[in-house]
C-alpha cells in the first residue's frame, strides 16, 4: 500500500474550491494539504469534500498574514 500526500499553496479557498474538488476527483491522493485557505473553518464547505470522498481538517484563519 502506498501513500500519496500532495500540497498545494490554494491563496484562497473560495476562489480555488472547484478546482481543488476536481484535482481531488481526477487524482488519487491519500492527503492533501493546502495551505493559504484565507478562510475560518466554519466557512469551508466539508459536505463538498466529503462528497468527494475525503474528510477535512483544517485550521484557518480570516487573513494570510
Known amino acids: 500500500m502506498s501513500i500519496t500526500i500532495t500540497t498545494w499553496n490554494v491563496n484562497s479557498l473560495k476562489v480555488r474550491q472547484p478546482q481543488v474538488l476536481d484535482f481531488l476527483k481526477e487524482t ?3 492527503i492533501l494539504c493546502l495551505q493559504e485557505l484565507k478562510m475560518q473553518e466554519a466557512d469551508i464547505d466539508a459536505a ?3 462528497e468527494v470522498g475525503y474528510t477535512l481538517d483544517a485550521f484557518g484563519q480570516k487573513t494570510y498574514n
Request: glycine residues 0%.
Open 48 to 50: 463538498a469534500f466529503k
Open 28 to 30: 488519487e491522493n491519500s
